[in-house]
């Protein structure tokens, strides 16, 4: 089952923000994520905030339905509007993520992407990316997808291995991801990525290295590659629970990252955040950017996150819910929580620290220079941009970084 919402604080009937939140955003970019929360079937793995046709059933009526998705995230986005006001920005990135988007019809995706458009502007420069299941999408679906803005799209790819796509639920078949690559370029998108997982039960070496090879074989500009973690509620966790199969290793996982770091490096894909690499300085995804530097981001539909000058907040998960605020004409959020300056600059340690170019050290605090010098020492910081000023991961370090990070905010 989807994840549990965080506590907050109540957002306003109307979403209106602080005027602190508004203070000095010409000079942040500003993105906007829209969530399509429907999927065919929900994959052993995932506890994202989707849901099936049978678990909508009979749980939201018309509200729910995929029919007038599309409209009412425009209600959402329109309400974004009312709630910036005269921004003077126009949007950076959008992202339309999942479940699947591309169980919508292509046209729902551009109506969607439509609203955003009309009601905020896009930067000339925009970068506009879907998410898609290989199985959803056909030639002629990526077509109309291009004509219609979109010039990013990110398949969900996992392994190259059938028996490791089974373990994780998985439907599509070997083969289907890197023949959907070659389909997008051919329809004019210039940036593609593949998702992969790494560390899934029954998986070997041998069978990273041929997802890693595939991957790279099929010709995408950017690659993601994230270690499976098992959450609570899900059917993997069930099953390992049951014994049917083995729990994750996290000696293992560290074995793959070091697998996935040096066969891309050598195919000439660069890290820039911890689990992605990307063929060239344009390849990189700016929308995740706009997340792990803090930015101003406004997340539409059922569960999405928002973020706005340090006022977070948080949408209802029901999408009968969700569209039953809008059609009230209230605000779908269910909860928020203004950042302190603490907690702002733990978050930018938090968040910033896993890209290429580090944090400076002047983020720290006394306890967390002391331990951002012992991890220098200790190999996990690069000398180098230390002595400059700068906390910069090694691969080493990569490998540790959850724990690097809590000591540099120590």
């Known amino acids: 089952m989807p994840s549990v919402l965080p506590d907050g604080e109540p957002v306003p009937e109307d979403g209106s923000l602080p005027p602190s939140a508004l203070d000095g955003r010409a000079e942040r970019p500003l993105g906007f994520y829209l969530h399509v929360p429907y999927c065919a079937t929900r994959c052993g793995y995932c506890d994202f905030n989707t849901y099936t046709a049978t678990e909508l059933r009979g749980s939201g009526g018309v509200l729910a339905s995929r029919d007038n998705y599309a409209a009412t995230l425009a209600d959402e986005v329109r309400l974004a509007r009312k709630v910036l006001g005269d921004d003077p920005r126009p949007v950076r990135t959008v992202f339309v993520g999942g479940g699947t988007p591309t169980l919508l019809a292509a046209e729902d995706l551009v109506r969607m992407l ?72 051919a329809a004019g998108f210039d940036h593609v990525n593949l998702d992969l997982i790494y560390g899934t039960p029954g998986e070997s070496d041998d069978d990273w290295r041929a997802s890693l090879d595939a991957a790279i074989g099929a010709g995408p500009d950017h690659v993601s590659a994230y270690a499976l973690i098992v959450e609570e509620g899900t059917g993997l966790a069930r099953r390992i629970r049951r014994g049917e199969v083995p729990m994750t290793d996290d000696d293992v996982h560290a074995d793959r990252y070091l697998i996935a770091d040096s066969v891309l490096a050598e195919a000439g894909f660069h890290w820039y955040e911890v689990s992605n690499w990307a063929a060239s300085e344009a390849g990189r995804c700016l929308h995740n950017e706009l997340y792990w530097r803090g930015a101003d981001w406004w997340g539409a539909g059922p569960g999405a996150h928002s973020h706005v000058g340090g006022v977070r907040w948080w949408n209802v998960k ?48 006394p306890a967390g220079l002391s331990a951002a010098e012992r991890a220098a020492g200790e190999g996990l910081l690069e000398t180098g941009p230390y002595a400059e000023g700068r906390a910069v991961l090694t691969l080493r370090g990569r490998l540790l970084a959850d724990a690097v990070v809590r000591d540099l905010v120590d």
Do not use: W
Not at 116 to 129: C, K, S
Not at 131 to 156: H, K, M, T, W
């Open 318 to 365: 029901h999408p009968g819910a969700y569209a039953a605020a809008l059609a009230e004409g209230r605000s779908p959020g269910a909860g928020r929580e203004v950042l302190t300056e603490e907690d702002r600059r733990v978050e930018r340690v938090l968040l910033e620290l896993r890209l290429r170019d580090g944090i400076p050290l002047s983020l720290l605090r």
């Open 114 to 185: 439509g609203a955003v458009r009309d009601e905020f502007g896009l930067a000339d420069d925009a970068e506009i990316t879907t998410e898609a299941n290989p199985e959803s999408v056909d030639p002629a679906y990526l077509a109309a997808l291009r004509e219609g803005g979109f010039n990013r799209i990110s398949f969900g790819m996992q392994s190259a291995r059938r028996h490791v796509l089974k373990v994780l639920d998985r439907t599509h078949t070997p083969g289907r991801p890197e023949a959907c690559v070659a389909e997008a370029r």
